[in-house]
């Protein structure tokens, strides 16, 4: 579990209490306290708890068939419409998990513009809270008890695992009997813990109330949040419907879906050209390989294409790189290129069984027969074997030039 960050907004509108509980749900260090844009390097790579004020929820129980539970979201808000004073299109409904013993769904039910003002200081700070609870989740609370604490002017009554109230300390005494009176008695709590002075005057007068002597009264620490902020915390989190994170993800999907899908149709479309390309560029390695076999047997006809490279160097070394023939040969090549004019086109020059095959074309029988008189003068090479062919327009000449012979 990775780390989380508790932050609590105070009743000032900057000032908040945090504290910190490692991957194993144990506290680090003590508990915080001042401005929130101050907490922004403590937020990073932590799960963020933002815990606010139970005074400004109002918590109310539903019955509701397990089977639609995917319909909850829509039902709850018209099956409470009678029993709350505002319209219920200004208001948001929280729910958590039904009970256990009697199926009852807890619902946190708070103001859209309450929501939003707790939320807005995040947003402008870039911090996305994951988790926002009712500070009544700070209280402990153990099943089969209640549970009351005093922060400062206020009462703090956990009555169940998701229920209770926050309230001014002088109303919280008649709130406190009136529950009492109106929950069965199969369903009272066997014990009630107060976090909080034992000389607290309202603890006296509770203690002294209808009822009291039934129930084990057990002193907790003076502080509840401090208690709390011990050890790992649960409770109902109000960040559902629109303020649900996944929603923002959804919210932030329809913002940037028609930039994905242009980059996704350019991806793709790059690909396809990529794949275009590979297709080509393998099309013309292929040709390539065949004009490198042909050419390999113009050199060395009859031997078999095994490795072209290995096999033109052990022929060029049977050969003798200072051999007589050799450096004819690179002679020979010097001067047919160095006396070729513009107007003679060499169209082969190979080994053949006799000796240098050099085929040419030209337009005019007397240039093609100028370059072959000039080019056996500069490599004193005779032709042994020489060919015309007289065809509409130029000439080919086939001349064989046995390098072995010795030059004039």
Not at 267 to 289: D, P
Not at 297 to 307: E, I, W
Request: some cysteine; hydrophobic content about 40%.
């Amino acid at each position: 579990m990775a780390e989380q960050i508790f932050i609590r907004l105070n009743p000032g509108p900057t000032e908040v209490d945090w504290w910190v509980l490692d991957a194993q749900g144990h506290r680090r260090g003590g508990i915080g306290h001042g401005r929130l844009e101050d907490l922004t390097r403590h937020v990073h790579n932590r799960r963020v708890i933002v815990i606010v004020p139970s005074s400004f929820i109002t918590f109310m129980e539903v019955r509701l068939p397990a089977s639609s539970r995917r319909r909850w979201t829509e039902a709850i808000p018209f099956m409470l419409e009678e029993q709350l004073a505002s319209d219920v299109e200004t208001l948001h409904f929280a729910y958590g998990e039904p009970d256990p013993d009697g199926g009852a769904l807890t619902v946190a039910v708070v103001s859209r513009a309450q929501m939003a003002s707790w939320l807005a200081p995040f947003e402008t700070l870039g911090i996305r809270p994951d988790l926002l609870w009712p500070d009544l989740m700070l209280v402990p609370w153990t099943p089969g008890s209640w549970s009351l604490a005093r922060e400062g002017d206020r009462i703090l009554l956990r009555s169940h695992r998701e229920q209770g109230f926050n309230l001014e300390a002088a109303l919280a005494e008649a709130v406190f009997s009136r529950l009492w009176s109106a929950t069965p008695d199969d369903r009272r709590p066997r014990e009630i813990v107060f976090f909080g002075a034992p000389d607290d005057p309202f603890l006296l007068r509770i203690q002294s109330g209808p009822g009291g002597e039934t129930v084990t009264w057990t002193q907790g620490a003076p502080c509840a949040s401090e208690e709390a902020s011990r050890g790992p915390l649960t409770g109902l989190n109000l960040l559902q419907g629109p303020w649900a994170p996944s929603h923002h993800r959804a919210e932030t999907w329809r913002r940037w879906k028609p930039t994905a899908y242009l980059t996704g149709a350019w991806a793709g479309l790059l690909i396809l050209y990529l794949l275009v390309r590979v297709v080509q560029v393998n099309g013309e390695a292929h040709r390539w390989r065949a004009r490198l076999h042909q050419a390999f047997h113009a050199a060395l006809p009859g031997q078999p294409y095994v490795s072209p490279r290995a096999q033109i160097e052990q022929a060029l070394r049977q050969t003798g790189l200072h051999s007589r023939r050799t450096r004819a040969f690179i002679a020979f090549l010097a001067h047919a290129s160095r006396e070729r004019p513009s107007t003679v086109r060499i169209l082969s020059l190979h080994y053949g069984p006799n000796g240098l095959e050099l085929q040419i074309t030209s337009p005019s029988h007397t240039l093609a027969a100028s370059y072959l008189d000039q080019l056996s003068r500069t490599s004193r090479i005779q032709p042994s074997q020489l060919h015309w062919v007289f065809k509409p327009g130029h000439v080919q000449a086939y001349a064989v030039y046995p390098l072995g012979q010795k030059t004039t």
